[in-house]
């Protein structure tokens, strides 16, 4: 008869710690991050250097440690100690950390958006960046401090209806979200592409041109104040608990309102990212989210087996903007200040290169995408550029073999300058050696595995 092998076993021990490997990995980098950020400061020469290797291992851990097979409350765990305490502890110390933080958590919300379409649909969409853009000036229309029709009638919002504008911003959204779709509702791949691409212009030409839509040249009619921008937007009334924290625990901070500022909106696009996740994993997991699925494999069989496809289609395309739409009331409340130059072609490449790297239909992809991408965009490429700078000022305490390399090191070849090379690099190499994402969705990984399979039988029969 055969004995089942005790838990204790040294099998069994060998076993856990196999599987704890990762695990403690994970932590030991995690808690060195921490500490070298905590020890260097910006007064340091090679700052950069150590703050772009140091940020990205301590933000991309525990993202990367979602792929793991560990109990889900462990990963839990290790995300909000990062989230909540790490992160915070450090804005406090250096606010660049918390601001890129809040960058990180506005565009893997966008990207959670643009994800329910391109990848739970199958729907190409190259114009997302107008959902941002709706979302955006809602609010500043509303509560700009420039010249517009707003502001001449006494029509503006008060700074209290944030909340209540957070919500029209995901209905605004969602209304051009179905409006971009009924005309496109027969169209795929190429077609589709082209026809997002040109509402996504359509947008930003719109806000560039409102200016003044007055026939009478005598009377100027200004909405949006064109390429000018608008300026002077309110914040929300920031809560007391934020200036109380921010006094106990920055009591030597040099601008506390601004830094609670910074915690406020950080927390805020924590709690809407939360949102969207919890959104986004239901959505996958219902009928809805099966239909889509049906819709992107195939439509005609999608008919055939009785999912409606308009209203898939419509929901698809209302869902994925109302994301954006909520982002772009929250950016323009941070930011005080949107133009039309912040809602460009390049944006939606952005977000969607940032599906495309963490893995289209993967929730937790799409999130390790949004770190990675926008850490290079914002942080990595800036910092080696900021340290070359910084190294030509103090060639002395250069090493030898590379003061020459350094002080004739021309501007032209500055990091910064290649960010679109780089993302274009990084794009090619994903589509080659890992097409399916970072971290793919289950499915996704399967059905290239078996096109991948099929390739293999063919060239074989061959």
Request: hydrophobic fraction near 55%.
């Given at each position: ?50 703050s772009a290797i140091g940020f990205p291992a301590l933000v991309i851990t525990p993202f990367a440690m979602m792929g793991l097979k560990i109990p889900n409350n462990l990963k839990a765990f290790i995300l909000v100690i990062t989230l909540l305490l790490i992160l ?222 308009v209203r898939m289609k419509l929901m698809a395309f209302a869902i994925g903007a109302s994301f954006a739409g909520a982002m772009g009331v929250i950016y323009a409340a941070k930011q005080t200040f949107v133009s039309p130059e912040s809602f460009s072609f390049n ?113 074989g029969g061959d």
């Open positions: 008869m055969a004995t089942q092998l005790p838990t204790s076993s040294p099998t069994a021990r060998t076993i856990d710690m196999r599987a704890l490997r990762p695990v403690i990995i994970g932590v030991v980098i995690i808690a060195a991050a921490t500490a070298l950020l905590l020890f260097i400061n910006r007064g340091m020469i090679y700052f950069p250097l150590w915070p502890y450090l804005g406090i110390q250096d606010s660049f950390y918390l601001e890129l933080a809040t960058q990180i958590g506005i565009f893997a919300a966008m990207a959670l958006g643009l994800n329910i379409v391109v990848g739970f649909a199958g729907l190409l969409d190259l114009g997302y960046i107008a959902f941002f853009a709706v979302g955006a000036y809602l609010w500043g229309v509303f509560t700009s401090a420039a010249d517009i029709v707003t502001k001449q009638n006494g029509i503006q919002a008060a700074p209290e209806m944030f909340w209540l504008f957070l919500i029209f911003g995901v209905i605004a959204a969602a209304a051009m979200g179905i409006l971009l779709g009924l005309p496109v509702l027969r169209l795929k791949g190429d077609y589709l592409a082209i026809v997002t691409l040109g509402f996504g212009e359509v947008i930003r030409i719109l806000v560039s041109n409102l200016s003044n839509i007055s026939p009478d040249p005598t009377v100027k009619v200004n909405i949006t104040n064109g390429a000018q921008g608008l300026f002077g937007i309110q914040d929300p009334p920031l809560p007391d608990f934020f200036i109380r924290a921010v006094a106990g625990v920055a009591p030597n901070a040099g601008n506390p309102t601004a830094l609670a500022y910074q915690f406020f909106f950080y927390f805020l696009v924590i709690a809407i990212c939360g949102l969207a996740i919890i959104i986004a994993a239901r959505l996958e997991n219902s009928p809805i989210g099966r239909a889509w699925t049906a819709i992107r494999e195939d439509e005609t069989a999608a008919i055939a087996m009785g999912v409606p496809l944006q939606s490449i952005f977000i969607l290169a940032i599906v495309i790297v963490g893995g289209m239909g993967s929730i937790r992809g799409v999130i390790l995408g949004a770190t990675v991408v926008t850490l290079l965009n914002l942080q990595v490429l800036k910092n080696f550029s900021i340290l070359i700078g910084s190294l030509k000022s103090n060639l002395d305490q250069v090493p030898v073999f590379l003061q020459g390399i350094i002080a004739s090191w021309p501007v032209q070849l500055e990091p910064a300058r290649y960010e679109r090379l780089v993302f274009g690099l990084l794009l090619a190499l994903m589509m080659i050696f890992r097409p399916a994402g970072i971290l793919p969705a289950t499915r996704r990984k399967l059905e290239l595995q078996a096109k991948k399979q099929s390739e293999v039988v063919i060239d």
